[in-house]
């Protein structure tokens, strides 16, 4: 099939590869423009879409919007099949979705209707929702309200949104492609109208940690921002980065260290960290953290 691409961040590049594997003509690559990065954050940094698809000779394009006529236009002019659309990251306007002579479809990293919208993976786990999937989806003018092709399931566990997303990018790029192959023989079915939520972006101020929370979501929380943008602490104006904790027995008031293997205290119990990441130093196991910066028990985190 001739087909446009459209995705930008590491979620996007299986189905990318998984496109051009399979004997898809890639016409174009739509990605979001270069972002300032950096130690400085001064160089202009392309996504993981652009350089996958510079690397395979796709041609690439990432304008700002597709609110214009001339983009819009120059879209179209690609005539192709089909688009397919991972993560993208910018709303596809009518003209744009009703292009293709097949339409758009789009690789949605949940089980629809749960968790429409931008953060799902993160979502489903703050929830503690024990599994989630990939839903291939006919788009349409609504939030990820389209009709659905196919689906695939898989649990959570204890899975950070980095592993979780690893492991849905690579299932959603096979299921897409599987998708393609039948496409004939895919009958299209609404979404149920129960069971509608709404994943809301993550916000950077959502990764404090709350130990007046119960030790459970506290350790969601821990795993739904790993490793970005990363649940932390901050003790003497430095800010500590938690990558991972066991839920334990405890008692105390919430956000107290109970002991010397950092255990700390939360609503009903008491979480201890086991991997923690300092400002400006690489990720390590938090006993050899606190071999060369006691946290001792008492002590009382914000």
Known sequence: MRIVF??????AVPTLVALLEAGHTL????TQPPRPGGRRGKDLTPSPVHLEAERRGVPVRHPASLKGADAQAAFAALEADIAVVAAYGLILPQPVLGAPQ????NVHASILPRWRGAAPIQRAI???DPTTGITIMQMEAGLDTGPMLSTLRTTIGRKTAGELTA?????????LVGTLEDLAVHRAVRQPEDGVTYARKIEKSEARLDF????EQVERQIRAFTPTPGAFFELEGERYKVLAADIVPGDGTAGTVLDDALTIACKGGAIRITRIQRAGKPAMAAQDLLRGRPIPPGTVLA
Do not use: V
């Open 126 to 128: 703050l929830a503690g």
């Open 102 to 105: 097949l339409g758009c479809l």
């Open 167 to 175: 492991e849905l990018a690579d299932k959603g790029a096979r299921l």
């Open 212 to 215: 007046a929370q119960e030790p």
């Open 6 to 11: 459209m995705g930008t961040p590491d979620f």
């Open 27 to 30: 016409l174009a690559a739509y």
